[in-house]
């Protein structure tokens, strides 16, 4: 099918032009405030984009996005949460040419539940479904999970592996176009083919050098790279993408992710030419910072430093509150996580605004941040009641993509 041209709808919104009508005490905004929705200065951003090679998302992209697609960008893009890339561009092309693509994403399954921090590439990636109208294949990662842990018991991660996946799915992915699968369990044929072929070709010094793996790690380890590379090449997928195998590998692959996991990507980069298969593109999310500071990033393993989409509303008030006390001065954490995951561009300004001109007292804004996420978790946890074992089944079951 040929990609929609034309603008969206009159939707899509330039961040520049919402911030030039936004007033405060009404009188439009200072230049010095026009760049408050964007992703503050981040030394981190600057230096991946620098060691790494990406692109930055810039607005020259984002208007080709919206042109071609006739959506409006997510708020993601919009506000450089998204904020980097890798031959995106490529990916445009084809899709501009109604050439297929496909997107590839995965979960190493750790907890019971996901938390917020990891909504962020999932919910970015049902929306680039939908827009895009590509195929996705999601990867649960359980055989590394195991592997990073010697003292997990292998029938935690399994158990892990129903619950993750049930989280994942509340995301609204299309069936029709989606599979998922564990990797102990589908590992095996054309996709063990090709974890051996990319194998072959990288070496125990380069992922070293790429993850800061030591000589302590176990051998398995250092295998996942490989695995988790083939999940990039769309000949691992011959009857599930595209029923033509020969075509399989003129197919590529688009990777939503945070940047923190570039690492176990960059041979698949380096190879992936060597053995006939295209090199992934990709686009790179911020972490959410933890409740206990922007400094952190949310972790499973510390409960009170996430929020989890399965809490209640009063646990999550009560760790917001614990985390914005009355009498903090620094809100930067708060309006942070707004930045998340409130979606109106206006009313984001506005708090902003209004916080850095002191008209907003700390209680409100935490009372603000209060009522957003306890939205997005009840969201979230309603989707999650329509995920039945039946629908589990029907998105892990191997069969060709509509």
């Given at each position: 099918?040929?990609?929609?041209?034309?603008?969206?709808?009159?939707a899509?919104?330039?961040?520049?032009?919402?911030?030039?009508?936004?007033?405060?005490?009404?009188?439009?905004?200072?230049?010095?405030?026009?760049?408050?929705?964007?992703?503050?200065?981040?030394?981190?951003?600057?230096?991946?984009i620098?060691?790494?090679?990406?692109?930055k998302?810039?607005?020259?992209?984002?208007?080709?996005?919206?042109q071609?697609?006739?959506?409006?960008?997510?708020?993601?893009?919009?506000?450089?949460?998204?904020f980097?890339?890798?031959d995106?561009?490529?990916?445009?092309?084809r899709?501009?040419?109604?050439l297929p693509?496909?997107?590839?994403?995965?979960?190493?399954?750790?907890?019971?539940?996901?938390?917020?921090?990891?909504?962020?590439?999932f919910?970015?990636?049902?929306?680039?479904?939908?827009?895009?109208?590509?195929?996705?294949?999601?990867?649960?990662?359980d055989?590394?999970?195991?592997?990073?842990?010697?003292?997990?018991?292998?029938q935690?991660?399994?158990?892990?592996?129903?619950?993750?996946?049930?989280?994942?799915?509340?995301?609204?992915?299309d069936?029709?176009?989606?599979?998922?699968?564990?990797?102990?369990?589908y590992i095996?044929?054309?996709?063990?083919?090709?974890?051996i072929?990319?194998?072959?070709?990288?070496?125990?010094?380069?992922?070293?050098?790429?993850?800061?793996?030591?000589?302590?790690?176990?051998?398995?380890?250092?295998?996942?790279?490989?695995?988790?590379?083939?999940?990039?090449?769309?000949?691992?997928?011959?009857?599930?993408?595209?029923?033509?195998?020969?075509?399989?590998?003129?197919?590529?692959?688009?990777?939503?992710?945070?940047?923190?996991i570039?690492?176990?990507f960059?041979?698949?980069?380096?190879?992936?030419g060597?053995?006939?298969?295209?090199?992934?593109?990709?686009?790179?999310?911020?972490?959410?910072?933890?409740?206990?500071?922007?400094?952190?990033?949310?972790?499973?393993?510390?409960?009170?430093?996430?929020?989890?989409?399965?809490?209640e509303?009063?646990?999550?008030?009560?760790k917001?509150?614990?985390a914005f006390?009355?009498?903090q001065?620094?809100?930067?954490?708060?309006?942070?996580?707004?930045?998340?995951?409130?979606?109106?561009?206006?009313?984001?300004?506005?708090?902003?605004?209004?916080?850095?001109?002191?008209?907003?007292?700390?209680?409100?804004?935490?009372?603000?941040l209060?009522?957003?996420?306890?939205?997005?978790?009840?969201k979230?946890?309603?989707?999650?009641?329509?995920?039945?074992?039946?629908?589990?089944?029907?998105?892990?079951?191997?069969r060709?993509?509509?």
């Amino acid at each position: 099918m040929a990609a929609p041209r034309g603008t969206p709808n009159g939707a899509y919104v330039r961040l520049v032009d919402v911030l030039s009508t936004t007033k405060l005490n009404g009188a439009p905004l200072q230049k010095a405030d026009r760049a408050i929705l964007n992703a503050p200065t981040n030394a981190k951003h600057d230096e991946f984009i620098a060691t790494s090679h990406a692109e930055k998302v810039d607005q020259k992209l984002l208007d080709r996005f919206a042109q071609l697609t006739g959506r409006k960008p997510h708020r993601y893009l919009r506000r450089g949460i998204v904020f980097a890339h890798r031959d995106l561009h490529l990916i445009l092309d084809r899709y501009e040419s109604g050439l297929p693509i496909y997107l590839f994403t995965g979960r190493g399954p750790s907890s019971d539940s996901l938390h917020l921090g990891h909504s962020i590439p999932f919910e970015f990636t049902q929306w680039l479904q939908e827009t895009l109208g590509a195929k996705l294949i999601l990867m649960l990662t359980d055989d590394m999970k195991i592997l990073h842990d010697k003292d997990l018991p292998i029938q935690d991660v399994r158990k892990y592996d129903i619950a993750n996946a049930t989280d994942i799915l509340a995301f609204g992915f299309d069936l029709s176009k989606t599979f998922m699968f564990s990797n102990m369990d589908y590992i095996g044929g054309a996709f063990y083919q090709n974890i051996i072929s990319i194998a072959r070709h990288i070496t125990v010094s380069s992922i070293k050098e790429a993850l800061g793996f030591t000589d302590d790690h176990n051998v398995g380890m250092f295998y996942c790279c490989s695995t988790q590379s083939a999940g990039c090449f769309a000949s691992s997928f011959p009857g599930i993408l595209v029923a033509d195998k020969a075509s399989l590998r003129s197919i590529p692959c688009l990777i939503p992710c945070s940047y923190d996991i570039d690492g176990y990507f960059a041979e698949v980069r380096k190879h992936a030419g060597k053995i006939g298969e295209l090199a992934p593109s990709f686009l790179y999310s911020s972490l959410l910072p933890s409740l206990q500071g922007d400094d952190q990033k949310m972790s499973a393993s510390v409960k009170t430093s996430a929020i989890y989409l399965t809490d209640e509303d009063d646990v999550v008030r009560e760790k917001i509150l614990a985390a914005f006390p009355i009498g903090q001065k620094s809100m930067d954490v708060a309006l942070e996580w707004l930045r998340f995951f409130l979606e109106d561009d206006e009313e984001l300004a506005t708090i902003q605004t209004k916080h850095r001109a002191h008209q907003l007292l700390s209680i409100e804004l935490r009372e603000i941040l209060t009522d957003v996420i306890i939205k997005t978790v009840k969201k979230f946890k309603t989707n999650r009641q329509g995920i039945s074992n039946d629908v589990l089944k029907a998105f892990m079951t191997p069969r060709l993509l509509e």
